[in-house]
């Protein structure tokens, strides 16, 4: 059994919606690259695809961008709600397909997203929800979005979470916008490990230890400088001058640093480089890694992604019960999620 965690959709009512609003400029170019995956709302073609893995069910989620980014605070209510319940539906629909879903919530108004998040678990039976690092350039340890973490550590849901930027965010202080797509290539990369630093130093996880965090691309920058996370920030404070004390004043801990960072747990997301999957699973552990493809994005616009972490994962010196254990038995962990099929 596979149970794909993190992979991407756009039920038809919410892709309809989505192309009927008055576009951004974020928006507007995502709207482009959507409408070239068919497989994003055709679940004919969705299906077909699916059916090359055998015993393999997906955990979906909404794809990308981000409701905050549609328009006003009301829209990304409206979409949230469009997105779970359509979510709920294909769910219902097609148990042997999709073993259940992540909701959308509009973090932009942190009540409404706490409200959303609450009537898609306890109502619609969502397993969790992903969220964006940050919010139309907002952290997201700011005081606002406590009362979110507190109700998904109580509701025992698991996050998603997401990177976010485009070409807007420079790559130099003296440039107006990014070039050669380097914003997506490091830049999304860099902005899983600052919301994950921020997480760590604000003292989500010391206030709320059963938070249960799944960062996209197998825990993105942090195994792999783990020397930095680990001993180098163990000396925070020593490359600060007394005058910016501020800036390196948090949460008290009652850990390392790096301890947190390994609260958290990673997919399988790394677009078929087996010695970056090695990496994050020596990392976390086999028991903080689950199966996710960041499924429809890779160059055949579906099956891709699948099929290269299936190989790598089979491929990188897993024991039996490591694989078992990432394939579907940490998510089911995780979630009580039931298969049907």
């Not at 010391?206 to 400088?225: A, D, Q």
Request: aromatic share 12%; net charge negative; hydrophobic share 40%.
């Amino acid at each position: 059994m596979k149970i794909d965690a993190f992979c991407h959709i756009m039920p038809r009512p919410y892709y309809d919606r989505f192309f009927q609003l008055d576009a951004t400029e974020h928006s507007a170019n995502l709207r482009k690259r959507v409408s070239n995956i068919p497989c994003l709302v055709d679940m004919d073609v969705r299906f077909a695809q699916m059916d090359e893995f055998g015993d393999y069910r997906q955990i979906i989620n909404i794809a990308a961008p981000p409701v905050e980014d549609l328009g006003s605070p009301e829209i990304s209510k409206q979409m949230s709600r469009i997105g779970n319940e359509s979510m709920a539906e294909l769910v219902r629909a097609h148990p042997d397909r999709f073993a259940g879903f992540m909701a959308c919530v509009p973090m932009d108004d942190p009540e409404a997203a706490v409200a959303e998040l609450e009537y898609a678990a306890n109502d619609l039976g969502a397993l969790g929800a992903q969220i964006y690092t940050h919010v139309h350039g907002r952290p997201m340890d700011e005081p606002g979005f406590d009362a979110f973490y507190a109700t998904a550590a109580r509701l025992s849901s698991v996050i998603q979470v997401h990177p976010c930027r485009s070409s807007a965010w420079s790559d130099y202080p003296a440039e107006e916008r990014s070039r050669y797509e380097i914003w997506w290539t490091f830049g999304w990369e860099y902005d899983l490990s600052a919301f994950m630093a921020r997480i760590v130093f604000s003292g989500v996880l010391e206030r709320y230890p059963e938070l249960k965090l799944l960062i996209h691309h197998g825990g993105s920058m942090v195994p792999h400088f783990a020397g930095r996370v680990g001993p180098g920030w163990d000396q925070l404070g020593a490359r600060t001058p007394p005058e910016q004390s501020g800036d390196i004043t948090g949460y008290p801990l009652s850990r390392r640093p790096i301890d947190y960072f390994r609260m958290m747990y990673g997919d399988t997301a790394m677009f078929g480089a087996a010695h970056a999957l090695r990496c994050s699973v020596d990392f976390y552990g086999a028991d903080h890694i689950l199966f996710g493809s960041d499924s429809p994005y890779d160059p055949e616009r579906g099956p891709g992604y699948i099929r290269a972490t299936i190989k790598n994962l089979e491929e990188i010196g897993l024991s039996d019960d490591e694989k078992e254990a990432i394939f579907s038995g940490n998510i089911i962990r995780l979630t009580g999620v039931t298969v049907k099929g």
